[in-house]
């Protein structure tokens, strides 16, 4: 019984090199292991996520050619020397102890091969650290500041008076063709800044400046995610960074320098349109967010959002913004010129300029934001919105749900509730924050 | 002074009339006592591999559910925070609960036998280590039963989401805690464990037995505890500075008190990262002693085999850094912890030539063993390579935090530690019951473990590249990341069937599998020459005396001369009043209760409990300091049989 396998052993040592080789030809050419995904390190867009390729095709080539000499003479022993089993009257092996020059040999030729490897590897290290002295005076800062869980943008540049830097939320909107500095901050847990086009990661860590520079070659839409744990709803801490030409990078600051837009309320008495035009069922938890038509040119789905929707209804948005006033959403987010004064959450003063909501993880429609605003927990478990803020023993600004500072916990009570209609009025109230 | 004292001094009685009966040494060597109080090395060992490999199979299902959920985009079969609970517990229970018990189980078993020796130099101290392993374990793993469910921190427990303000999901919320707690607990029994090796070792070895004829696993056990006494103190350092802030409200990590988070990362991975080589060097070690085996030669290059298991873990303590790649720690300490990591390649490399060396020109009997030896060099190789990818901290920038790192680690820790752990079973198996396992189905459960592996793992490194960051509990369906993870998850599917076959068979060979004599393999060192399978209490009749390297294949080859020596050895030892066995103890399972019962109180902040296990564990001290040294004596006759035993002699001391 027990030599009768080894037969089909090697059938199937063959059968899995003929697997491996065709799951590796596959991968490459993108049919069954995709390597050209929106977060694709393959696809680069810029000199940083490009020199760090470099390196690390290096380090492909060099350890590829080690392996296919290694691993050929471990095949070619193994069946080579290979013996049924113990037999007595075969003479034994020379019981050789080894070859100080053919091991030193080896060990001088391994220290060759990742001398290969260094060369390149401090090069970048260098290069990709900071933004080269060259092109420092052409380099354009921003602020990313990590929270849990979604990322405030900051631009230190772009002052409005009496409002301090322009301030963004989950898009990062930069100037394509230029190096970008970015300042990494967090203020609470660590995250990490990751958008896989662009360049590699650097982390956000409290009590800690860490920077990182980044470029564009191109106009273009980039997908980015925190890449560090950072508490329950990491998986869902995502990002978008936008890369726009000179021309419209500066029209695209001077409109968000404005303040938010306000649409004038009709005479009372006007009647609000009903509430059958869009999917108001509850979505499960997790539920897609994206679409396929979104994929297929987000640059033109991004231009599209930066004006205001045809079938505005400005009934809907003036009973949004009282809403947005009387459902307390003013003392965590920010509307700029409107009633919201928060800084807690997102700064929302133009979010209906925004591709995407809740971390990048939705795109902007008005189903996605009526289920984010009324069922938040389901989008992203644990988030401050829901919660409230501060900490799950220590809530200091109520959320959604009531807290108890007595007993020090939730009571299992609502502190907010939108119904249907009320957030049917705050997506298009917040929808017209062009 | 001291010659005046002995001649003054006589002998008050040979032979103590009673002890109380606290004090009272357990004799039984079956049933639940038996094991309760063993200071045998063997026991002690399986011990060791019982309880691991049934952790082992939880962090399996642990995997598997973890797999489930990431089968399909926008998946909702299990919570994010579950998900967390579950990557947290998966690698804690894999690496502190599995793997490391695992190698301490063959540490155990087979050093002693390996140097000649008839138990550990400690052996109660022996005891008191597993029991407190067990302890660890069960804090670690108490939270599943709790409202807060498992500790969610991540197995690397990143300073401030470990803070009672980003932590606690409420109130009293301890999961953290008993995380803390439980890693420092096991942190005191690897400790305690290490330095029992390491003087077991040094001191123990049979006459003859020179460190350069040392058998490698040996060799490695000894770096590995050396490795374990080095790094364990600096994660309890950091591990009591957090227990710290989260008990008495000091500030190491409260950012808002100054405190400096990254602190926590260089304290962490500076015991982590010789912590992986605290899991693979036992498993090299095991690889290097089934090659020769069943290669019929012996281990090419032996001494620079040993060095650079030495170098690695010299070196292993200059490289924790690159863990920190993408902290921002600037250019020039990138830089030297990036070379500092190719340099450790290299006698990494050295290994890798050195086994192929040592099959070139031998006779090679793929047998199972063999097989999973010879799957642990692909494997290993695969995992050493996408290591020196991350080592250019540039290309790792992508890479670090990524799939492509859980591929990485994976192909290191299944393909490298697991398969040769897998490997030593087969190989030890039939020295320790005296059975051997189906090559049939041997061989089958490596090949489905082996195609189960490479389905689950090698497309993560493609998810990897694709951008997909890793502790996420769901992706979109847009991300081209859907084929590689439902392939991972099929493949984790068939290794889940492969690991069960192999168990399955290990289990029916237990009871059931044929018998064989113990040098089945016809081996070439010391634990080979133990007289019976499974081996007696006291290891061998007569202590061996060593010749060679290869010490039982020159006593197989020098049969006459030997078996003269070994009379005469007999006859020395008979005069000296024959074989000095320690006695069974209560006091190391007493001491390891008090500490687990502090532990536990301690954890949930309620320290009159933490105080009543301290004076338990007080008195499981005293007891065991004054219940006196015991011991007995065998006594084999030239035909073999064994007479003597706990108190039918007492030891004269």
């Known amino acids: 019984m027990r030599l009768r396998f080894v037969p089909s052993a090697r059938r199937i040592t063959a059968s899995l090199s003929l697997l491996a080789i065709a799951v590796l030809t596959g991968g490459w050419s993108n049919s069954v292991l995709p390597v050209s995904g929106p977060q694709s390190t393959f696809d680069t867009q810029g000199p940083v996520a490009r020199a760090q390729l470099d390196v690390f095709y290096v380090t492909v080539w060099v350890t590829l050619a080690i392996f296919v000499i290694v691993a050929g003479v471990l095949a070619y022993a193994t069946f080579k020397f290979r013996v049924k089993d113990i037999d007595p009257n075969r003479p034994m092996p020379p019981q050789g102890h080894g070859n100080p020059l053919v091991e030193l040999g080896l060990i001088a030729a391994s220290i060759g091969a990742l001398v290969i490897i260094a060369v390149p590897t401090l090069r970048a290290i260098w290069y990709t650290y900071d933004v080269p002295e060259e092109h420092r005076a052409n380099a354009y800062e921003v602020n990313a500041i990590g929270l849990q869980w979604w990322f405030k943008f900051e631009y230190p540049l772009e002052q409005i008076e009496g409002a301090g830097p322009l301030v963004t939320g989950n898009e990062l909107v930069i100037p394509a063709g230029r190096p970008v500095r970015i300042n990494l901050r967090t203020t609470d847990v660590i995250h990490s800044f990751w958008v896989p086009k662009l360049g590699g990661k650097v982390d956000m860590i409290p009590n800690r400046g860490n920077h990182m520079w980044l470029q564009a070659d191109n106009p273009g839409y980039f997908w980015g995610q925190c890449a560090e744990f950072c508490g329950e709803s990491h998986a869902v801490m995502r990002f978008r960074v936008i890369a726009l030409g000179a021309e419209d990078f500066a029209a695209w600051v001077e409109a968000q320098k404005q303040p938010a837009r306000s649409v004038e309320a009709p005479a009372p008495g006007t009647p609000v349109a009903t509430f059958a035009s869009y999917d108001m069922t509850r979505k499960k938890r997790n539920a897609p967010g994206y679409s396929a038509e979104f994929d297929r040119d987000p640059m033109a789905a991004w231009t599209a959002f930066q004006f205001p929707d045809k079938d505005e209804d400005a009934a809907l948005i003036a009973r949004g913004r009282e809403l947005f006033r009387e459902k307390a959403c003013v003392t965590c987010h920010a509307v700029r010129g409107h009633e919201g004064m928060g800084v807690t959450g997102p700064d929302l003063t133009h979010f209906g300029s925004r591709t995407t909501l809740a971390a990048g993880l939705l795109e902007n429609t008005k189903e996605h934001l009526h289920r984010w605003i009324v069922h938040p927990n389901d989008v992203k478990p644990g988030n401050k919105m829901w919660m409230g803020i501060g900490t799950h023993t220590n809530v200091t600004m109520t959320g959604y749900l009531a807290w108890d500072g007595e007993t020090k916990s939730y009571t299992g009570k609502r502190h907010i509730e939108v119904n249907d209609e009320e957030a049917r009025a705050l997506v298009e109230y917040l929808h017209s924050l062009k | ?653």
């Open chain 2, 1 to 653: 002074m001291a010659t005046a004292t002995t001649a003054a001094y006589t002998a008050p009685e040979a032979k103590p009339a009673s002890r109380p009966w606290f004090f009272a040494r357990p004799a039984a060597k079956t049933g639940l006592v038996g094991w309760l109080t063993t200071v045998d090395h063997k026991k002690i060992g399986l011990l060791y591999a019982i309880t691991s490999l049934f952790f082992f199979l939880v962090g399996g299902i642990e995997a598997l559910l973890i797999r489930v959920q990431l089968a399909v985009p926008n998946n909702t079969f299990i919570s994010h925070q579950l998900y967390n609970e579950l990557f947290t517990m998966h690698a804690t229970t894999m690496i502190f609960l599995a793997v490391m018990p695992l190698s301490a189980a063959f540490f155990n078993y087979m050093m002693p036998l390996q140097i000649g020796a008839r138990d550990v130099a400690f052996p109660r101290l022996n005891g008191f280590a597993f029991w407190v392993f067990m302890a660890g374990a069960i804090l670690l793993n108490v939270g599943w039963f709790t409202k807060a469910g498992a500790p969610d921190v991540g197995w690397f427990g990143y300073a401030p989401l470990t803070s009672n303000a980003y932590s606690n999901q409420f109130v009293g919320d301890v999961s953290t805690d008993l995380w803390i707690i439980g890693l420092q607990v096991l942190g005191v029994s690897s400790v305690i464990g290490s330095l029992n090796f390491i003087v077991t070792i040094i001191n123990m070895r049979a006459p003859g037995l020179t460190m350069m004829r040392l058998p490698v696993f040996t060799w490695m056990t000894l770096f590995t505890a050396f490795l374990i006494i080095l790094s364990f103190p600096a994660i309890t350092i950091a591990l009591v500075e957090l227990m710290m802030d989260r008990s008495f409200g000091t500030g190491f990590f409260e950012v808002a008190m100054g405190g400096m988070p990254i602190l926590w990362q260089h304290l962490f991975w500076i015991f982590g990262h010789p912590e992986v080589y605290i899991l693979i060097l036992p498993a090299m070690g095991i690889v290097s002693e089934i090659l020769p085996t069943f290669a019929r030669k012996p281990l090419f290059g032996y001494p620079i085999v040993v060095f650079s298991g030495a170098v690695i873990g010299f070196l292993g303590f200059g490289v924790w850094s690159h863990h920190m790649f993408t902290t921002g720690m600037g250019t020039i300490a990138t830089a030297a912890f990036s070379l500092a990591t190719m340099a450790i390649a290299v006698p990494t490399g050295v290994k890798i030539f050195n086994w192929v060396g040592t099959l070139w020109g031998g006779q090679i009997i793929t047998r199972t063993p063999m097989m999973f030896a010879l799957g642990f060099i692909w494997m290993f190789m695969m995992g050493g390579f996408s290591g020196v990818m991350h080592s250019a901290a540039p290309a790792d920038a992508q890479q670090q935090d990524s799939y492509f790192v859980v591929a990485h680690f994976h192909y290191v820790l299944i393909g490298g530690s697991i398969f040769a752990l897998l490997a030593g079973i087969h190989y030890w198996f039939p020295l320790v019951f005296g059975r051997i396992v189906s090559e049939f189905w041997g061989k089958l459960s490596f090949w489905v473990i082996f195609v189960g592996f490479n389905a689950t793992f090698f497309p993560m490194h493609f998810l990897g590249l694709n951008g997909m960051p890793r502790r996420t509990a769901v992706y979109d369906g847009n991300m081209g990341w859907n084929n590689a993870n439902l392939l991972a998850t099929i493949g984790a599917f068939i290794l889940a069937v492969g690991i069960g076959i192999y168990f399955a068979v290990i289990v029916y060979t237990y009871f059931k599998g044929k018998k064989t004599s113990h040098d089945i393999w016809d081996a070439r060192t010391l634990e080979w020459t133990v007289p019976t399978t499974p081996p007696p209490e006291h290891n061998f009749h007569v202590t061996p005396t060593v010749h060679a390297r290869d010490a039982f294949w020159y006593e197989k080859t020098h049969a006459k001369e030997i078996a003269a020596e070994k009379a005469r050895v007999a006859a020395e030892t008979e005069a000296h009043g024959g074989i000095h066995m320690p006695s069974q103890s209560w006091y190391p399972l007493v001491t390891a209760m008090g500490l687990f019962i502090g532990a536990l109180f301690f954890a949930h902040h309620n320290y009159t409990g933490a105080i009543v296990g301290a004076g338990i564990l007080l008195v499981g001290v005293l007891g065991w300091a004054f219940e006196g040294p015991g011991g007995y004596h065998l006594h084999v006759k030239p035909d073999g049989t064994v007479t003597g035993g706990e108190g039918q002699d007492e030891a004269k001391h």
